[in-house]
């Protein structure tokens, strides 16, 4: 006869869906790439790139074994959107959860799953991510709101490109020059980017839902997407399942997601343009040589020709302050703790440099996390986290409202 613990163990075993394990082995490396045409040295894993999926089910653990191999720079990982409850240490950004992992040395994540939805990785150290040290993150959901409905699946990504690697885009960003020439304007992307190349083609069947995740991994321009003759309904954004709303275009910022749903044509007649487009407005000047768009292709039928793709040239993505969770959950009310964020800009000594409240933030010696482990009843202190970290002390349980 089973005990009471092991019948417990069993039907959460049931419930969870038999959670597991899913362990992946990485040797952050350098490698060559050309997603737009012009060759330059990306950060890749095990000497491949794009990088791989992460890619689990709700209540299973990951584990991430890496390896630094890049010989000339740290690193470390940053698992986008997942709030890392219990497991904060693996959260990623160097200088706040972690040292960055030096050249030669290993680092291994470990967390388990408990936000179902669309995410992605990214270095955390350095700018990186721009330098293509970034993936998806899926982690599915059997009781998924729209699970009944689908009948297949596609991770889709966006990203702006740069053909100069990320340590000389910051120098010149922030530099004298920059500030004389260009009014401390952010670095201009040569490109734009889909599937981490251009022109990509996703093979689709008639009559059929699919769910398709769409990421934008860039390091600074929002993008436009729409489907040629495909209406999307929108039913997760960020890891929230949202009510469903039906658009014809998305707008979707750096680092944000969502998925939608599209119902594929009844039959395989011809094949559909996916077409994208970097904001042009979040640039201070628009280089005379810079094409914004970015294509890519539903394919019905690969035997049938693909269609000319025409720039987007009418903006008018779904208004996101229309989004409704799908738990319904209304505002938070009897706000406990308020924080005030001041944001601007200032020429320091020639250098164009972003503050808050007053103060540019520089990387403490110390990690944060570190800090409030290690510090006692001086954790509750914002001193100790330095003056240019911006630390602001909470309570568990709060409602903290943030004013911008």
Known sequence: MLSVLSFAALSFLATSGLAKTVVYNWDITWVHASPDGFSRPVIGINGQWPCPTIEANIGDRVLVHTRNMLGNETTSLHFHGLFQSDSNSMDGPAGVTQCPIPPGARFTYDYTLDQPGTYWYHSHNKGQYIDGLRGPLIVHDKDAPYAKQVGGEVTLTLSDWYHDEA??????????????????????????????????????????????????????????????????????????????????????????????????????????????AMDEEMFDTVPADLNPNVYGYLVYDAKKPLPTPTPLTTFAAFDDFKLVPQDQQGLLSKVDHQILMDFDFINDNGINRARINGVSYIPQKVPALYTALTTGSDATNPKVYGTNGNAFVVQPGEVVEIVL
């Open 167 to 276: 340590p000389g885009l910051i120098h010149y960003f922030q530099s004298v020059d920059n500030e004389n020439n260009h009014n401390g304007a952010e670095p201009i992307p040569k490109g734009a980017l889909m599937q981490d190349t251009q022109n990509p083609m996703i093979s689709v069947k008639p009559n059929k839902t699919y769910l398709i995740r769409i990421i934008n991994m860039g390091a600074f321009a929002g993008q436009f997407i729409s489907i040629d003759g495909h209406q999307m309904t929108i039913v997760e954004v960020d890891g929230v399942y949202t009510v469903p709303q039906k658009t014809d275009q998305i707008y979707i910022t750096a680092a944000q997601r969502y998925s939608v749903l599209i119902s594929t044509k009844s039959d395989a007649s011809q094949n559909f343009a996916i077409r994208a």
